[in-house]
């Protein structure tokens, strides 16, 4: 079945330090990835997407590329702020719609 | 417009009770989804629906758990003699489009459930 590896965390970064989060996934058919945020105290909502190879999902300026080659979708954001202290969800939808997700990386900025 | 709501937000139960968790779709969206999310992993998958009918059913865990959405809108997960292992967050989401790989589901903001 579909499966999606993202890095271990916790991650803590100061105020503008810039952000990597790893993600990579196996999925059957044309897969499109996904990058849901979940902030303190609320529930699940999509940052960004990609449902193509080579496309380029961004928001809030957050980007991820979907790479087919190296089945990788990596978040990052080249100054991140207090506000975006949340926990991060990689998701794939495979043959079919339904998602199937990482384990979540929990991300901590400090000022 | 309104967003994908759920009910109750929190249901502490004992154990071998029923509940009844309900999802009340975005209105006009095709496909409703139920996940279910232990604490400190990400969702997995139960169920969905394409419209009133039930399309794919893997991800119960067992057959005391099931699902219906018999007018095609607002969705009910009922779970029959709980059980501790039961307890999680219970999380809904619904899509425009009928079972589309590439449609954003959109989420409520989830039932937590704990099972005495």
């Known amino acids: 079945g579909d499966s999606v590896t993202q890095m271990e965390g916790p991650v803590t970064l100061s105020e503008e330090a810039f952000l990597t989060i790893n993600c990579t996934y196996t999925?059957?058919?044309?897969?499109?990835l996904f990058w849901y945020v979940q902030y303190p105290g609320e529930g699940l909502q999509l940052l960004l997407k990609a449902t193509k190879a080579d496309d380029k999902g961004s928001n809030k300026g957050f980007e991820a590329t979907y790479r087919k080659e190296t089945t990788s979708f990596h978040l990052e954001k080249g100054s991140v702020q207090v506000s975006d202290s949340a926990v991060y969800f990689c998701?794939?939808?495979?043959?079919?719609?339904?998602?199937?997700f990482g384990k979540g990386i929990t991300l901590s900025v400090r000022p | 417009g309104a967003g994908v709501s759920q009910s109750p937000r929190y249901k502490v139960t004992k154990r071998g009770q029923d509940v009844a968790l309900r999802c009340d779709p975005i209105s006009g969206h095709v496909s409703l989804y139920w996940y279910r999310q232990a604490l400190g992993q990400g969702p997995e998958f139960l169920t969905y629906f394409n419209y009133e009918a039930q399309q794919d059913k893997s991800g119960l865990p067992n057959d005391r758990f099931s699902a219906e959405r018999p007018e095609g809108s607002i969705s009910t997960l009922t779970i029959q003699r709980t059980e501790q292992r039961d307890s999680a967050m219970y999380r809904c989401?619904?899509?425009?489009?009928?079972?589309?790989?590439?449609?954003?589901?959109?989420f409520g903001p989830g039932t937590r459930l704990t099972v005495l």
């Open positions: 999925a059957t058919g044309y897969p499109s």
């Open positions: 998701a794939v939808t495979g043959a079919n719609s339904k998602l199937t």
């Open positions: 989401a619904s899509s425009l489009a009928a079972g589309s790989p590439t449609d954003t589901q959109y």
